[in-house]
Protein backbone atom coordinates (compact mmCIF):
# COMPACT_ATOMS: atom_id res chain seq x y z
CA UNK A 1 0.00 0.00 0.00
CA UNK A 2 1.32 3.32 -0.55
CA UNK A 3 2.73 5.46 1.75
CA UNK A 4 1.72 8.62 2.78
CA UNK A 5 2.59 11.20 5.27
CA UNK A 6 0.72 11.80 8.09
CA UNK A 7 -0.41 15.33 9.13
CA UNK A 8 2.85 16.00 11.79
CA UNK A 9 5.46 14.80 9.68
CA UNK A 10 3.83 16.53 6.47
CA UNK A 11 4.29 19.96 8.89
CA UNK A 12 7.45 19.11 9.58
CA UNK A 13 8.52 18.56 6.21
CA UNK A 14 7.44 21.73 5.35
CA UNK A 15 9.08 23.85 7.91
CA UNK A 16 12.37 21.82 7.32
CA UNK A 17 12.46 23.29 3.62
CA UNK A 18 12.38 26.92 5.29
CA UNK A 19 15.33 26.09 7.40
CA UNK A 20 18.09 25.40 4.30
CA UNK A 21 18.95 26.89 1.71
CA UNK A 22 19.02 23.83 -0.54
CA UNK A 23 16.04 21.27 -0.28
CA UNK A 24 18.18 18.11 -0.60
CA UNK A 25 19.84 19.48 2.74
CA UNK A 26 16.59 18.21 4.59
CA UNK A 27 16.74 14.24 3.91
CA UNK A 28 18.77 13.33 7.13
CA UNK A 29 15.87 14.90 9.55
CA UNK A 30 13.34 13.51 7.38
CA UNK A 31 14.27 9.78 7.11
CA UNK A 32 14.54 10.10 10.86
CA UNK A 33 10.64 11.06 10.88
CA UNK A 34 10.16 8.25 8.68
CA UNK A 35 11.51 5.51 9.92
CA UNK A 36 10.40 6.14 13.43
CA UNK A 37 6.29 6.53 11.96
CA UNK A 38 6.95 3.22 10.07
CA UNK A 39 9.66 1.08 12.11
CA UNK A 40 11.99 1.38 8.76
CA UNK A 41 12.45 2.61 5.68
CA UNK A 42 10.23 0.35 3.65
CA UNK A 43 10.10 0.24 -0.18
CA UNK A 44 7.32 2.49 -0.05
CA UNK A 45 8.25 5.05 2.33
CA UNK A 46 11.20 5.33 -0.17
CA UNK A 47 9.22 6.13 -3.07
CA UNK A 48 7.00 8.61 -1.47
CA UNK A 49 10.05 10.01 0.57
CA UNK A 50 11.64 10.45 -3.27
CA UNK A 51 8.53 11.75 -5.09
CA UNK A 52 8.26 14.48 -1.88
CA UNK A 53 11.79 15.37 -2.26
CA UNK A 54 11.50 15.72 -6.18
CA UNK A 55 14.79 12.90 -6.50
CA UNK A 56 14.69 9.56 -7.15
CA UNK A 57 14.42 6.47 -4.51
CA UNK A 58 17.71 4.93 -5.70
CA UNK A 59 19.01 8.35 -4.58
CA UNK A 60 17.59 8.42 -1.58
CA UNK A 61 18.86 4.44 -0.99
CA UNK A 62 22.60 5.75 -1.72
CA UNK A 63 22.28 8.24 1.04
CA UNK A 64 20.68 6.18 3.07
CA UNK A 65 22.54 2.97 2.93
CA UNK A 66 25.53 4.95 4.14
CA UNK A 67 24.07 5.30 7.41
CA UNK A 68 23.81 2.59 10.19
CA UNK A 69 21.08 4.23 11.93
CA UNK A 70 18.86 3.87 8.73
CA UNK A 71 17.49 0.57 8.04
CA UNK A 72 16.30 -0.94 5.17
CA UNK A 73 15.07 -4.36 6.34
CA UNK A 74 12.28 -4.38 9.15
CA UNK A 75 13.43 -5.43 12.50
CA UNK A 76 11.91 -5.93 15.63
CA UNK A 77 10.25 -4.30 17.68
CA UNK A 78 12.80 -3.22 19.73
CA UNK A 79 16.40 -3.38 18.64
CA UNK A 80 19.07 -4.02 21.17
CA UNK A 81 21.94 -2.33 20.23
CA UNK A 82 25.35 -3.27 22.84
CA UNK A 83 28.50 -1.26 22.11
CA UNK A 84 31.53 -3.14 21.27
CA UNK A 85 33.74 -0.38 21.42
CA UNK A 86 37.03 -0.17 23.48
CA UNK A 87 35.49 1.42 26.63
CA UNK A 88 32.07 -1.26 27.12
CA UNK A 89 34.18 -3.97 25.43
CA UNK A 90 36.58 -3.22 28.43
CA UNK A 91 33.66 -2.99 31.04
CA UNK A 92 32.28 -6.60 29.81
CA UNK A 93 30.00 -6.12 26.76
CA UNK A 94 30.61 -9.31 25.24
CA UNK A 95 29.26 -10.95 28.41
CA UNK A 96 25.90 -8.72 27.64
CA UNK A 97 26.22 -9.83 24.31
CA UNK A 98 26.20 -13.27 25.23
CA UNK A 99 23.06 -13.40 27.40
CA UNK A 100 21.31 -11.09 25.76
CA UNK A 101 21.27 -14.09 23.36
CA UNK A 102 21.05 -16.68 25.65
CA UNK A 103 17.69 -15.08 27.36
CA UNK A 104 16.06 -14.40 23.90
CA UNK A 105 17.31 -17.13 22.26
CA UNK A 106 18.68 -15.68 18.71
CA UNK A 107 22.23 -14.86 16.98
CA UNK A 108 23.12 -11.15 16.34
CA UNK A 109 21.15 -9.43 13.18
CA UNK A 110 18.25 -11.93 14.12
CA UNK A 111 15.09 -11.33 15.07
CA UNK A 112 13.38 -13.16 17.76
CA UNK A 113 9.88 -14.91 16.72
CA UNK A 114 7.46 -12.70 18.20
CA UNK A 115 9.01 -10.09 16.27
CA UNK A 116 9.64 -7.97 19.57
CA UNK A 117 13.53 -8.23 19.64
CA UNK A 118 16.96 -7.66 17.30
CA UNK A 119 20.11 -7.97 18.82
CA UNK A 120 22.63 -5.58 16.92
CA UNK A 121 26.20 -4.54 18.00
CA UNK A 122 27.35 -1.19 17.12
CA UNK A 123 29.90 1.40 18.22
CA UNK A 124 30.62 3.92 20.22
CA UNK A 125 27.60 5.49 21.69
CA UNK A 126 29.50 8.52 23.63
CA UNK A 127 28.77 7.39 27.21
CA UNK A 128 31.82 5.73 27.90
CA UNK A 129 32.13 6.88 31.43
CA UNK A 130 29.21 4.75 32.18
CA UNK A 131 30.10 1.74 30.58
CA UNK A 132 28.65 -1.07 29.53
CA UNK A 133 25.55 0.58 27.35
CA UNK A 134 22.99 -0.76 25.51
CA UNK A 135 20.24 1.39 23.50
CA UNK A 136 17.00 0.54 22.44
CA UNK A 137 15.69 1.68 19.04
CA UNK A 138 18.53 4.14 18.74
CA UNK A 139 17.44 6.42 21.26
CA UNK A 140 16.91 4.87 25.00
CA UNK A 141 19.92 4.73 26.64
CA UNK A 142 20.27 1.90 29.38
CA UNK A 143 24.29 2.99 31.02
CA UNK A 144 26.25 1.16 33.59
CA UNK A 145 24.56 -2.11 32.69
CA UNK A 146 25.37 -5.81 34.52
CA UNK A 147 23.96 -9.06 33.25
CA UNK A 148 21.15 -8.67 35.98
CA UNK A 149 19.96 -5.11 34.30
CA UNK A 150 19.78 -6.59 31.19
CA UNK A 151 17.45 -9.68 32.03
CA UNK A 152 15.07 -6.95 34.20
CA UNK A 153 14.87 -4.49 31.03
CA UNK A 154 14.26 -7.40 28.62
CA UNK A 155 11.40 -8.56 31.36
CA UNK A 156 10.04 -4.53 31.45
CA UNK A 157 10.49 -4.35 27.12
CA UNK A 158 8.33 -7.28 27.08
CA UNK A 159 5.59 -5.77 28.94
CA UNK A 160 6.23 -2.91 26.95
CA UNK A 161 7.36 -0.51 29.64
CA UNK A 162 10.62 0.54 29.59
CA UNK A 163 10.55 2.28 26.06
CA UNK A 164 9.39 5.68 25.43
CA UNK A 165 10.38 7.17 28.54
CA UNK A 166 9.98 10.93 28.75
CA UNK A 167 12.46 13.23 28.53
CA UNK A 168 11.78 15.12 32.08
CA UNK A 169 12.29 11.61 33.75
CA UNK A 170 15.01 10.71 31.33
CA UNK A 171 16.67 13.92 32.34
CA UNK A 172 16.28 13.75 36.09
CA UNK A 173 16.91 9.77 36.58
CA UNK A 174 20.20 8.54 36.88
CA UNK A 175 19.34 5.51 35.26
CA UNK A 176 16.36 3.11 33.95
CA UNK A 177 16.93 0.16 35.05
CA UNK B 1 18.69 8.87 29.68
CA UNK B 2 21.30 11.93 31.01
CA UNK B 3 24.73 10.81 32.82
CA UNK B 4 24.05 11.26 36.81
CA UNK B 5 25.07 14.84 37.93
CA UNK B 6 28.21 14.66 39.98
CA UNK B 7 29.23 17.67 42.33
CA UNK B 8 32.99 19.07 40.92
CA UNK B 9 35.71 17.37 42.25
CA UNK B 10 38.52 20.03 44.31
CA UNK B 11 40.92 19.65 41.73
CA UNK B 12 38.75 20.44 38.60
CA UNK B 13 37.85 23.91 37.07
CA UNK B 14 34.39 23.97 36.37
CA UNK B 15 34.27 27.14 33.15
CA UNK B 16 32.46 24.92 30.25
CA UNK B 17 31.08 23.11 33.36
CA UNK B 18 29.95 25.98 35.19
CA UNK B 19 26.20 25.55 36.93
CA UNK B 20 26.15 21.61 35.96
CA UNK B 21 25.28 20.61 38.97
CA UNK B 22 21.77 22.45 38.81
CA UNK B 23 18.43 21.37 38.68
CA UNK B 24 17.56 23.45 35.82
CA UNK B 25 21.00 23.64 34.15
CA UNK B 26 19.20 23.47 30.80
CA UNK B 27 16.43 26.63 31.92
CA UNK B 28 17.50 29.90 29.92
CA UNK B 29 16.44 31.90 33.06
CA UNK B 30 18.75 29.77 35.27
CA UNK B 31 21.67 30.55 32.77
CA UNK B 32 20.51 34.96 32.16
CA UNK B 33 20.34 34.84 36.29
CA UNK B 34 23.23 33.18 38.00
CA UNK B 35 25.67 33.15 34.98
CA UNK B 36 25.64 36.51 33.09
CA UNK B 37 23.62 34.38 30.26
CA UNK B 38 23.66 36.32 26.94
CA UNK B 39 24.99 39.12 28.05
CA UNK B 40 28.39 38.22 25.23
CA UNK B 41 26.44 37.47 22.67
CA UNK B 42 24.46 41.15 23.12
CA UNK B 43 27.96 42.60 23.46
CA UNK B 44 29.74 40.28 20.69
CA UNK B 45 26.71 41.65 18.24
CA UNK B 46 27.42 45.21 18.87
CA UNK B 47 31.03 44.46 18.39
CA UNK B 48 33.20 44.46 14.81
CA UNK B 49 33.38 41.28 13.84
CA UNK B 50 36.93 41.80 13.27
CA UNK B 51 37.52 42.78 17.24
CA UNK B 52 35.72 39.36 17.88
CA UNK B 53 38.04 37.11 15.91
CA UNK B 54 40.76 39.24 17.33
CA UNK B 55 39.87 38.74 20.65
CA UNK B 56 39.56 34.79 19.98
CA UNK B 57 42.70 34.84 18.09
CA UNK B 58 44.40 36.56 21.15
CA UNK B 59 43.06 34.15 23.73
CA UNK B 60 44.66 31.27 22.36
CA UNK B 61 41.30 29.25 21.83
CA UNK B 62 42.25 25.81 20.08
CA UNK B 63 39.77 23.36 18.29
CA UNK B 64 38.85 21.02 21.22
CA UNK B 65 37.55 18.57 18.80
CA UNK B 66 40.45 17.00 17.88
CA UNK B 67 42.83 18.85 15.93
CA UNK B 68 43.70 21.67 18.18
CA UNK B 69 43.60 24.57 15.60
CA UNK B 70 43.69 28.21 16.78
CA UNK B 71 40.36 29.05 16.49
CA UNK B 72 40.57 32.59 15.55
CA UNK B 73 42.97 32.00 12.79
CA UNK B 74 40.37 29.79 11.00
CA UNK B 75 37.73 32.17 11.53
CA UNK B 76 40.40 34.85 10.05
CA UNK B 77 40.00 32.21 6.62
CA UNK B 78 36.55 33.85 5.92
CA UNK B 79 37.08 35.99 2.78
CA UNK B 80 36.62 39.23 3.26
CA UNK B 81 33.54 41.42 1.76
CA UNK B 82 32.42 38.12 0.07
CA UNK B 83 28.69 38.25 -1.34
CA UNK B 84 28.21 34.71 -0.56
CA UNK B 85 26.32 33.77 2.93
CA UNK B 86 28.92 32.23 5.49
CA UNK B 87 27.25 29.56 7.77
CA UNK B 88 28.45 28.27 10.96
CA UNK B 89 28.30 24.73 12.01
CA UNK B 90 28.88 23.84 15.16
CA UNK B 91 30.06 19.71 15.42
CA UNK B 92 28.17 17.49 17.53
CA UNK B 93 28.98 14.51 16.19
CA UNK B 94 30.84 12.95 18.97
CA UNK B 95 31.76 9.36 17.68
CA UNK B 96 35.57 9.24 18.81
CA UNK B 97 35.49 6.10 21.03
CA UNK B 98 36.43 7.27 24.46
CA UNK B 99 34.62 10.72 24.13
CA UNK B 100 31.41 11.86 25.74
CA UNK B 101 32.02 15.38 26.98
CA UNK B 102 30.21 16.92 24.38
CA UNK B 103 27.37 15.16 25.18
CA UNK B 104 27.25 16.23 28.84
CA UNK B 105 27.16 20.67 27.95
CA UNK B 106 23.90 19.31 25.24
CA UNK B 107 22.12 17.78 27.68
CA UNK B 108 22.82 19.72 30.61
CA UNK B 109 24.51 23.94 29.25
CA UNK B 110 22.98 24.01 26.07
CA UNK B 111 22.85 27.83 26.18
CA UNK B 112 26.11 28.48 26.95
CA UNK B 113 26.51 26.83 23.57
CA UNK B 114 23.88 28.83 21.78
CA UNK B 115 25.64 31.91 22.80
CA UNK B 116 29.02 30.71 21.89
CA UNK B 117 27.41 30.16 18.50
CA UNK B 118 25.42 33.66 18.33
CA UNK B 119 29.06 34.96 19.35
CA UNK B 120 30.95 33.56 16.56
CA UNK B 121 28.16 34.23 14.28
CA UNK B 122 28.65 37.70 14.56
CA UNK B 123 32.60 37.19 14.15
CA UNK B 124 32.62 35.58 10.74
CA UNK B 125 29.78 37.45 9.69
CA UNK B 126 27.24 34.31 9.35
CA UNK B 127 22.96 34.82 9.45
CA UNK B 128 22.74 31.02 9.43
CA UNK B 129 23.83 28.25 11.82
CA UNK B 130 23.56 24.52 12.00
CA UNK B 131 24.25 21.94 14.94
CA UNK B 132 24.99 19.02 13.86
CA UNK B 133 24.21 16.87 16.75
CA UNK B 134 25.02 12.73 16.09
CA UNK B 135 21.58 10.96 15.52
CA UNK B 136 22.04 8.88 18.83
CA UNK B 137 21.53 11.08 21.00
CA UNK B 138 18.23 11.58 21.07
CA UNK B 139 18.13 13.17 24.32
CA UNK B 140 21.00 16.44 23.47
CA UNK B 141 18.67 17.22 20.31
CA UNK B 142 15.42 17.38 22.14
CA UNK B 143 17.66 19.50 24.97
CA UNK B 144 18.82 21.57 22.37
CA UNK B 145 15.34 22.10 20.19
CA UNK B 146 14.01 23.22 23.26
CA UNK B 147 16.69 25.82 24.29
CA UNK B 148 16.85 27.30 20.79
CA UNK B 149 13.00 27.69 20.84
CA UNK B 150 13.71 29.81 24.30
CA UNK B 151 16.25 32.10 22.73
CA UNK B 152 14.11 32.79 19.79
CA UNK B 153 11.23 33.70 21.94
CA UNK B 154 13.37 36.19 23.86
CA UNK B 155 15.14 37.63 20.31
CA UNK B 156 18.05 36.32 20.78
CA UNK B 157 18.17 34.50 17.18
CA UNK B 158 16.31 35.06 14.61
CA UNK B 159 15.64 38.57 12.97
CA UNK B 160 17.07 41.59 14.40
CA UNK B 161 18.90 40.34 17.78
CA UNK B 162 19.49 42.27 20.31
CA UNK B 163 18.17 45.31 18.39
CA UNK B 164 21.76 45.42 16.37
CA UNK B 165 20.19 44.88 12.90
CA UNK B 166 22.19 41.43 12.81
CA UNK B 167 20.14 37.94 11.87
CA UNK B 168 20.80 34.42 13.25
CA UNK B 169 18.99 31.50 12.58
CA UNK B 170 19.85 28.04 13.80
CA UNK B 171 18.76 24.38 13.11
CA UNK B 172 19.73 21.26 14.75
CA UNK B 173 20.41 18.72 12.42
CA UNK B 174 20.30 15.07 13.19
CA UNK B 175 23.50 12.96 11.94
CA UNK B 176 22.57 8.94 11.50
CA UNK B 177 25.07 7.04 12.86
CA UNK B 178 28.23 7.57 10.89
CA UNK B 179 31.73 8.18 12.65
CA UNK B 180 32.83 9.88 9.45
CA UNK B 181 30.47 12.72 10.13
CA UNK B 182 32.88 13.83 12.66
CA UNK B 183 35.56 15.50 10.09
CA UNK B 184 34.76 18.40 8.91
CA UNK B 185 34.16 18.03 5.02
CA UNK B 186 32.31 14.47 5.71
CA UNK B 187 30.10 16.34 7.99
CA UNK B 188 29.34 19.22 4.95
CA UNK B 189 28.55 16.30 2.77
CA UNK B 190 25.96 14.68 5.43
CA UNK B 191 24.65 18.44 6.33
CA UNK B 192 24.00 18.94 2.41
CA UNK B 193 22.29 15.58 2.28
CA UNK B 194 24.44 13.39 1.06
CA UNK B 195 26.68 10.23 1.61
CA UNK B 196 29.04 11.77 4.53
CA UNK B 197 31.90 11.19 2.58
CA UNK B 198 35.07 13.72 3.30
CA UNK B 199 36.52 16.08 0.54
CA UNK B 200 39.33 17.05 -1.31
CA UNK B 201 40.88 19.96 0.76
CA UNK B 202 41.60 22.48 -0.55
CA UNK B 203 39.36 24.51 -1.39
CA UNK B 204 38.76 24.43 2.83
CA UNK B 205 35.38 24.82 4.46
CA UNK B 206 36.42 28.34 5.18
CA UNK B 207 36.75 29.17 1.42
CA UNK B 208 34.08 26.27 0.27
CA UNK B 209 32.09 24.43 2.39
CA UNK B 210 28.29 23.85 2.67
CA UNK B 211 26.49 24.09 -0.03
CA UNK B 212 29.07 25.97 -1.84
CA UNK B 213 29.43 28.88 0.72
CA UNK B 214 32.08 29.87 2.94
CA UNK B 215 31.64 27.87 6.10
CA UNK B 216 33.15 27.35 9.48
CA UNK B 217 33.11 24.28 11.40
CA UNK B 218 33.81 24.21 15.57
CA UNK B 219 33.43 21.45 18.30
CA UNK B 220 30.67 22.16 20.97
CA UNK B 221 33.56 22.49 23.70
CA UNK B 222 35.10 25.31 21.30
CA UNK B 223 31.99 27.33 20.86
CA UNK B 224 31.27 27.20 24.26
CA UNK B 225 34.37 28.74 25.76
CA UNK B 226 33.33 31.97 23.54
CA UNK B 227 30.92 33.80 25.67
CA UNK B 228 33.34 33.46 28.63
CA UNK B 229 36.19 34.83 26.87
CA UNK B 230 34.04 38.17 25.67
CA UNK B 231 32.90 38.75 28.99
CA UNK B 232 36.51 37.82 30.94
CA UNK B 233 39.11 38.99 28.18
CA UNK B 234 41.89 36.73 26.61
CA UNK B 235 43.97 37.17 29.89
CA UNK B 236 41.40 35.49 31.92
CA UNK B 237 41.50 32.76 29.63
CA UNK B 238 44.82 32.23 29.09
CA UNK B 239 45.58 32.10 33.05
CA UNK B 240 42.91 29.68 33.26
CA UNK B 241 45.22 27.18 31.64
CA UNK B 242 49.02 26.44 31.74
CA UNK B 243 49.66 30.38 31.48
CA UNK B 244 50.74 30.68 27.82
CA UNK B 245 48.72 31.32 24.76
CA UNK B 246 49.97 27.69 23.33
CA UNK B 247 47.95 26.20 26.50
CA UNK B 248 44.88 28.51 27.20
CA UNK B 249 41.69 27.58 29.11
CA UNK B 250 40.02 23.80 29.82
CA UNK B 251 39.10 21.28 28.35
CA UNK B 252 36.90 18.18 29.56
CA UNK B 253 38.47 15.24 30.00
CA UNK B 254 36.47 12.05 29.46
CA UNK B 255 38.27 9.28 31.21
CA UNK B 256 37.06 5.53 30.63
CA UNK B 257 38.13 1.82 30.99
CA UNK B 258 40.15 0.45 33.84
CA UNK B 259 40.14 3.17 36.07
CA UNK B 260 38.27 3.44 39.57
CA UNK B 261 36.18 6.27 38.98
CA UNK B 262 35.89 7.18 35.29
CA UNK B 263 33.99 10.02 34.59
CA UNK B 264 34.18 13.46 32.96
CA UNK B 265 36.58 16.41 34.49
CA UNK B 266 37.22 19.83 33.35
CA UNK B 267 40.67 20.52 33.82
CA UNK B 268 43.07 23.35 33.09
CA UNK B 269 44.81 22.47 29.31
CA UNK B 270 48.54 21.06 30.53
CA UNK B 271 47.17 19.30 33.79
CA UNK B 272 49.22 15.89 34.01
CA UNK B 273 47.78 12.93 32.93
CA UNK B 274 49.16 11.05 35.98
CA UNK B 275 47.51 13.20 38.65
CA UNK B 276 44.54 13.10 36.56
CA UNK B 277 44.29 9.20 37.06
CA UNK B 278 45.27 8.84 40.26
CA UNK B 279 44.72 11.82 42.61
CA UNK B 280 41.07 12.61 40.63
CA UNK B 281 39.93 9.39 39.04
CA UNK B 282 40.86 6.76 42.14
CA UNK B 283 43.79 4.83 40.05
CA UNK B 284 43.77 1.29 38.88
CA UNK B 285 40.80 -0.81 39.92
CA UNK B 286 41.37 -3.68 43.01
CA UNK B 287 44.30 -5.52 42.77
CA UNK B 288 45.66 -3.61 39.29
CA UNK B 289 47.80 -1.98 37.75
CA UNK B 290 48.07 0.36 34.90
CA UNK B 291 49.38 -1.04 31.61
CA UNK B 292 48.73 1.82 29.26
CA UNK B 293 46.65 4.34 27.96
CA UNK B 294 45.20 6.39 25.04
CA UNK B 295 45.01 9.91 25.72
CA UNK B 296 43.00 11.35 23.14
CA UNK B 297 40.63 9.03 21.77
CA UNK B 298 41.34 5.53 20.54
CA UNK B 299 42.62 7.36 17.64
CA UNK B 300 45.65 9.00 19.59
CA UNK B 301 48.86 6.41 19.59
CA UNK B 302 49.23 4.51 22.97
CA UNK B 303 51.81 5.84 26.26
CA UNK B 304 52.63 3.06 28.58
CA UNK B 305 52.55 3.41 32.56
CA UNK B 306 56.16 4.66 32.72
CA UNK B 307 55.18 7.50 30.19
CA UNK B 308 52.26 8.78 31.94
CA UNK B 309 54.14 11.77 33.72
CA UNK B 310 53.12 14.06 30.77
CA UNK B 311 50.75 17.26 30.50
CA UNK B 312 47.40 16.92 28.91
CA UNK B 313 47.88 20.23 25.99
CA UNK B 314 48.72 19.50 22.57
CA UNK B 315 52.21 20.45 22.75
CA UNK B 316 53.50 18.00 25.28
CA UNK B 317 51.66 15.43 23.81
CA UNK B 318 52.81 15.48 20.37
CA UNK B 319 56.54 16.09 22.11
CA UNK B 320 55.39 12.32 23.94
CA UNK B 321 54.64 10.92 20.08
CA UNK B 322 51.04 11.16 20.26
CA UNK B 323 47.99 13.77 20.25
CA UNK B 324 45.33 15.35 22.43
CA UNK B 325 42.81 14.32 20.13
CA UNK B 326 39.68 14.96 22.06
CA UNK B 327 40.78 14.49 25.66
CA UNK B 328 39.43 11.26 25.91
CA UNK B 329 41.58 8.85 28.06
CA UNK B 330 41.13 5.27 27.72
CA UNK B 331 42.69 3.72 30.28
CA UNK B 332 44.23 -0.07 30.31
CA UNK B 333 45.11 -2.21 33.14
CA UNK B 334 47.29 -5.16 33.29
CA UNK B 335 45.08 -7.70 33.02
CA UNK B 336 44.50 -6.99 29.07
CA UNK B 337 46.14 -8.01 26.05
CA UNK B 338 47.31 -5.19 24.27
CA UNK B 339 47.13 -8.15 21.21
CA UNK B 340 43.15 -7.77 21.72
CA UNK B 341 43.21 -3.89 22.22
CA UNK B 342 45.05 -3.24 18.34
CA UNK B 343 42.28 -5.89 16.85
CA UNK B 344 39.52 -3.78 18.44
CA UNK B 345 40.91 -0.85 17.51
CA UNK B 346 41.45 -1.57 13.96
CA UNK B 347 37.98 -3.04 13.87
CA UNK B 348 36.29 0.02 14.62
CA UNK B 349 38.25 1.74 12.15
CA UNK B 350 37.68 -0.93 9.97
CA UNK B 351 34.02 -1.04 10.15
CA UNK B 352 33.95 3.33 10.45
CA UNK B 353 36.09 3.55 6.57
CA UNK B 354 33.96 5.16 4.31
CA UNK B 355 35.48 3.64 1.38
CA UNK B 356 35.68 6.08 -0.72
CA UNK B 357 39.69 5.46 -0.71
CA UNK B 358 41.36 2.54 -1.70
CA UNK B 359 44.13 2.81 1.12
CA UNK B 360 42.11 2.89 3.60
CA UNK B 361 38.75 0.71 2.70
CA UNK B 362 41.22 -2.01 2.10
CA UNK B 363 43.98 -0.91 4.51
CA UNK B 364 41.89 -0.99 7.69
CA UNK B 365 40.02 -4.02 7.08
CA UNK B 366 42.99 -5.92 6.48
CA UNK B 367 44.69 -4.70 9.55
CA UNK B 368 41.86 -5.63 11.17
CA UNK B 369 42.15 -9.27 9.73
CA UNK B 370 45.41 -10.21 10.03
CA UNK B 371 45.35 -8.70 13.75
CA UNK B 372 42.62 -10.94 13.95
CA UNK B 373 44.32 -13.82 12.71
CA UNK B 374 47.19 -12.95 15.53
CA UNK B 375 44.58 -12.74 18.04
CA UNK B 376 43.02 -16.49 17.21
CA UNK B 377 47.02 -17.98 17.42
CA UNK B 378 46.93 -18.54 14.02
CA UNK B 379 48.96 -15.56 12.35
CA UNK B 380 52.68 -15.40 12.36
CA UNK B 381 55.56 -12.95 12.41
CA UNK B 382 55.04 -12.59 8.70
CA UNK B 383 51.40 -11.03 9.26
CA UNK B 384 52.28 -8.85 12.12
CA UNK B 385 54.88 -7.37 9.57
CA UNK B 386 52.20 -7.15 7.35
CA UNK B 387 49.74 -5.37 9.53
CA UNK B 388 52.53 -3.18 10.07
CA UNK B 389 53.08 -2.39 6.18
CA UNK B 390 49.48 -2.00 5.48
CA UNK B 391 49.17 1.14 8.26
CA UNK B 392 52.04 2.33 6.73
CA UNK B 393 50.28 2.21 3.29
CA UNK B 394 47.29 3.90 3.97
CA UNK B 395 48.67 6.85 6.37
CA UNK B 396 48.71 10.00 5.02
CA UNK B 397 47.55 8.84 1.26
CA UNK B 398 43.85 9.07 2.01
CA UNK B 399 41.47 12.01 1.06
CA UNK B 400 41.02 12.56 5.64
CA UNK B 401 42.47 11.26 8.26
CA UNK B 402 40.71 8.18 9.43
CA UNK B 403 43.43 5.97 7.54
CA UNK B 404 45.69 7.49 10.20
CA UNK B 405 43.38 7.41 12.39
CA UNK B 406 43.93 3.86 12.58
CA UNK B 407 47.02 3.12 11.41
CA UNK B 408 48.77 5.41 14.61
CA UNK B 409 47.57 3.80 17.62
CA UNK B 410 48.11 0.31 15.45
CA UNK B 411 51.46 0.89 15.08
CA UNK B 412 52.03 2.00 18.45
CA UNK B 413 50.84 -0.62 19.72
CA UNK B 414 52.59 -3.04 18.04
CA UNK B 415 56.40 -1.10 18.65
CA UNK B 416 55.81 -0.48 22.24
CA UNK B 417 54.35 -4.27 23.56
CA UNK B 418 56.31 -6.14 20.97
CA UNK B 419 56.40 -8.76 23.32
CA UNK B 420 52.90 -9.60 23.91
CA UNK B 421 52.12 -10.28 20.05
CA UNK B 422 55.37 -12.90 19.84
CA UNK B 423 53.51 -15.26 22.94
CA UNK B 424 50.03 -14.74 20.18
CA UNK B 425 52.13 -16.36 17.02
CA UNK B 426 51.58 -19.63 15.84
CA UNK B 427 54.54 -22.34 16.85
CA UNK B 428 55.88 -23.94 13.65
CA UNK B 429 55.30 -27.36 15.09
CA UNK B 430 51.66 -26.82 15.16
CA UNK B 431 51.14 -24.52 11.37
CA UNK B 432 49.01 -26.63 9.22
CA UNK B 433 46.61 -25.24 6.48
CA UNK B 434 43.43 -24.50 8.42
CA UNK B 435 41.12 -21.43 7.73
CA UNK B 436 41.12 -18.94 10.47
CA UNK B 437 38.66 -19.23 13.13
CA UNK B 438 35.95 -17.06 12.33
CA UNK B 439 35.15 -15.41 15.11
CA UNK B 440 31.06 -14.82 16.16
CA UNK B 441 32.53 -10.91 16.98
CA UNK B 442 33.08 -9.49 13.30
CA UNK B 443 30.46 -8.11 10.84
CA UNK B 444 29.00 -9.83 8.22
CA UNK B 445 31.23 -8.23 5.69
CA UNK B 446 34.19 -8.88 7.84
CA UNK B 447 33.23 -12.75 8.00
CA UNK B 448 32.94 -12.61 4.09
CA UNK B 449 36.49 -10.79 3.90
CA UNK B 450 38.38 -13.59 5.94
CA UNK B 451 36.64 -16.46 4.46
CA UNK B 452 37.44 -15.38 0.67
CA UNK B 453 40.72 -14.10 0.92
CA UNK B 454 42.54 -15.65 3.79
Known amino acids: ?177 | MAQVKTKAHPLETRVLLEGFDDKDSASIENYQKNYDGYVAAKKAVNMEPDDVTSLVKESGLRGLGGAGFPAGVKWGFIPKGGTKPVYLVCNADEGEPGTFKDRQLMEHLPHRLIEGMICSASAVRSECGYIYVRGELVLAIEVLEKAIEEAYEKGFLGKNIFGSGRNFDLTVHPGAGAYICGEETGLISSLEGDRGEPKLKPPFPAIEGAFGCPTIVNNVATLAHVPNIINKGAEWFIGLGGGTARTAGTNVFSVSGDVKNPGFFELPIGFSLKKLLYDICGGPKEGRSFKACYPGGSSSPVLKESEFEVGLDFDSLAAAGTMAGSGAIIVLDDSRSMVDMAMRTAGFYAHESCGQCVPCREGTKWTYTLLSKIHNKQGTKQDLENAVSACNNMQGKTICVLSDACAMPVNSIIQKFSHEFEEYFIKEEDRKITKPRVSGEMSGVLKELMRGKV
Open chain 1, 1 to 177: MAYQFPEDIEKKFQWLITRYPKKDAILLPLLHLVQKDVGYLSSEAIVEVARKMELTPARIREVASFYTMFRLNKKGQYVLGVCQTLSCYLNGSEELITKLKNILNIKEGQTSEDGLFTIERVECLASCGTAPVMQVNDWEYHENLTVEKIEKIISLLKEHKAADISYEKRLSSGGVA
